[in-house]
């Protein structure tokens, strides 16, 4: 598809990013092995759908329904019921929520995303941060502290424009800004400007509720917490590709936020240990909060740096880390990644340098989930990111440096197979699984029906399973 095909298409700019990562990515995206397989113009046309897409939100919003607590139909029903409550206006016009089960995957559900609809922009601004942004086009309203800049009058009740900053260049407590920026919608300012940039101590809660998004999507805040779990379906997918039962001991060894470690013990009935590590102390009570609220006792979670649990003393005890070799039946190991599959993200100002900081990292974390895993075991390793030497390169260095490790395949396996460029064989990459939304990104239309656009429009990702023999 030309280029200028690929633009019609879209509502935002392309994801902007610093020169030398847009060539970095250049050049996995075109490597000789993808060149001589598609041809220059196809590998070209995916790349360039790739910068595009990564700016624009999936067409559905994922919920991972909490079926250890509740039947998936009984979570369906009472989501709907909450929704419609959401949705209702002073009119007695009946409220319709379409949420539609996943056909391969038993505890999801879809709700489709509304979007881009007719919109029409106001001459008073809010500008927020590109975070901010990425979640308003998710259907989040716009929290105070992602606030940037606010017309200098702005009084509680006044309708306002809501625009994403894409460079990162907008200065704090700003009553205007002209550099890079694009509009998500409209909303009702809750907060007065002096309660955002004049308080000694900073405001809290909604800072504009929205009312004309750009996308139109529920808003999930407060609505049933402990039944459903917003989670972008390839996360749910590692879980289920992990493969847990009841009375293992699991590793999750990168775990926070605890979306995934308490996905992990749900499938596990709560019945075993799942530990769950983190080197981040302020990150750690957020995997607390989630397992309280969704009832699960078997997670045991701990403040500490993965790439050294594993115990020189084999004669420890397992109760925490560091953790005696062998000590765990499956290991998680969703490793810390540059991010470059998140979507919506319309602008990353990380330098090449930093991206390719992580490789390192993901390979000391890669030693110590094999000494971790038992003989017999099984190892995930997973990123939100879209690059190379993050995914398949790693496959490759894996295989080489482990002799025990062996790939298995994935189920479900509803990703596309991993990407040519490490070297690995055909076999190998029909076993990895590799979510890449630029593949089929033209031809997922609202016209297609949810549930078969929902396994290609999502967000980049990558998951490959080892087996330890």
Same mark, same amino acid.
């Given at each position: 598809m030309p280029s200028s095909n690929i633009e019609e298409m879209s509502i935002f700019p392309r994801i902007s990013l610093k020169p030398e990562v847009t060539d970095y990515l250049k050049s996995v995206f075109l490597n000789k092995e993808v060149l001589a397989a598609v041809g220059h113009q196809e590998a070209d046309c995916r790349f360039q759908k790739l910068l595009t897409c990564l700016s624009h939100p999936p067409s559905y919003t994922c919920v991972r329904a909490n079926t250890h607590l509740a039947p998936l139909e009984e979570i369906r029903h009472k989501l709907g019921e909450e929704l419609k409550k959401q949705l209702c206006t002073s009119s007695a016009e009946e409220v319709s929520v379409q949420i539609l089960p996943h056909p391969r995957i038993p505890d999801v559900l879809l709700l489709p995303v509304d979007g881009p609809r007719p919109v029409k922009q106001l001459s008073s601004e809010v500008v927020v941060g590109a975070q901010c942004g990425s979640a308003v086009l998710r259907g989040a309203h716009v929290f105070v502290p992602g606030?940037? %800049?606010?017309?200098?009058?702005?009084? %509680?009740?006044?309708?306002?424009?809501?625009? +994403? *900053?894409?460079?990162?260049?907008?200065? #704090?407590? %700003?009553?205007?800004?002209?550099?890079?920026?694009?509009?998500?919608?409209?909303?009702?300012?809750?907060? *007065?400007?002096?309660?955002?940039?004049?308080?000694d101590e900073p405001a809290k809660g909604i800072g504009v509720r929205m009312v004309e998004p750009l996308y139109q999507s529920p808003s999930f805040d407060g609505v049933l917490p402990n039944l459903a779990f917003l989670q972008n379906l390839p996360s749910v997918v590692v879980g289920h590709v992990l493969g847990p039962r009841p009375g293992e001991r699991i590793l999750d060894m990168c775990a926070a936020p605890g979306g995934k470690t308490c996905h992990i013990a749900a499938l596990m009935r709560d019945q075993g240990e799942v530990v769950a590590l983190d080197r981040i102390r302020s990150k750690i009570d957020r995997i607390h909060q989630n397992a309280q609220m969704l009832h699960l006792r078997s997670i045991k979670v701990y403040c500490f740096n993965s790439t050294q649990a594993v115990s020189s003393d084999?004669?420890?005890?397992?109760?925490?880390?560091?953790?005696?070799?062998?000590?765990?039946? #499956?290991?998680?190991? *969703?490793?810390?990644?540059?991010?470059?599959?998140? #979507?919506?993200?319309?602008?990353?100002?990380? +330098?090449?340098?930093?991206?390719?900081?992580?490789?390192?990292?993901?390979?000391?974390?890669?030693? %110590?989930?094999?000494?971790?895993?038992?003989?017999?075991?099984?190892?995930?390793?997973?990123?939100c990111t879209v690059t190379l030497a993050e995914n398949e390169e790693q496959v490759a260095w894996a295989l080489q440096t482990f002799p025990c490790l062996t790939l298995q395949p994935q189920e479900p396996h509803i990703g596309a197979e991993g990407m040519l460029g490490a070297g690995l064989s055909p076999e190998q990459l029909r076993l990895l699984q590799r979510f890449s939304p630029e593949l089929s990104w033209d031809q997922t239309g609202t016209a297609a029906p949810l549930p078969c656009r929902a396994d290609r429009d999502t967000i980049g990702f990558f998951i490959a399973k080892f087996l330890k023999n």
């Amino acid at each position: 598809m030309p280029s200028s095909n690929i633009e019609e298409m879209s509502i935002f700019p392309r994801i902007s990013l610093k020169p030398e990562v847009t060539d970095y990515l250049k050049s996995v995206f075109l490597n000789k092995e993808v060149l001589a397989a598609v041809g220059h113009q196809e590998a070209d046309c995916r790349f360039q759908k790739l910068l595009t897409c990564l700016s624009h939100p999936p067409s559905y919003t994922c919920v991972r329904a909490n079926t250890h607590l509740a039947p998936l139909e009984e979570i369906r029903h009472k989501l709907g019921e909450e929704l419609k409550k959401q949705l209702c206006t002073s009119s007695a016009e009946e409220v319709s929520v379409q949420i539609l089960p996943h056909p391969r995957i038993p505890d999801v559900l879809l709700l489709p995303v509304d979007g881009p609809r007719p919109v029409k922009q106001l001459s008073s601004e809010v500008v927020v941060g590109a975070q901010c942004g990425s979640a308003v086009l998710r259907g989040a309203h716009v929290f105070v502290p992602g606030i940037l %800049a606010s017309p200098k009058y702005m009084k %509680a009740g006044d309708v306002v424009s809501v625009l +994403s *900053d894409l460079e990162g260049r907008c200065t #704090r407590g %700003a009553t205007s800004f002209q550099g890079k920026k694009v509009f998500v919608g409209n909303g009702v300012a809750q907060i *007065d400007r002096s309660s955002i940039f004049c308080t000694d101590e900073p405001a809290k809660g909604i800072g504009v509720r929205m009312v004309e998004p750009l996308y139109q999507s529920p808003s999930f805040d407060g609505v049933l917490p402990n039944l459903a779990f917003l989670q972008n379906l390839p996360s749910v997918v590692v879980g289920h590709v992990l493969g847990p039962r009841p009375g293992e001991r699991i590793l999750d060894m990168c775990a926070a936020p605890g979306g995934k470690t308490c996905h992990i013990a749900a499938l596990m009935r709560d019945q075993g240990e799942v530990v769950a590590l983190d080197r981040i102390r302020s990150k750690i009570d957020r995997i607390h909060q989630n397992a309280q609220m969704l009832h699960l006792r078997s997670i045991k979670v701990y403040c500490f740096n993965s790439t050294q649990a594993v115990s020189s003393d084999l004669a420890q005890e397992a109760e925490g880390p560091p953790f005696p070799p062998e000590s765990f039946d #499956r290991v998680l190991l *969703d490793a810390p990644c540059s991010g470059l599959g998140q #979507r919506p993200s319309m602008s990353c100002t990380w +330098s090449l340098k930093e991206i390719c900081s992580y490789q390192p990292l993901q390979r000391k974390l890669f030693h %110590a989930a094999v000494q971790l895993l038992k003989k017999g075991g099984v190892l995930v390793y997973s990123t939100c990111t879209v690059t190379l030497a993050e995914n398949e390169e790693q496959v490759a260095w894996a295989l080489q440096t482990f002799p025990c490790l062996t790939l298995q395949p994935q189920e479900p396996h509803i990703g596309a197979e991993g990407m040519l460029g490490a070297g690995l064989s055909p076999e190998q990459l029909r076993l990895l699984q590799r979510f890449s939304p630029e593949l089929s990104w033209d031809q997922t239309g609202t016209a297609a029906p949810l549930p078969c656009r929902a396994d290609r429009d999502t967000i980049g990702f990558f998951i490959a399973k080892f087996l330890k023999n």
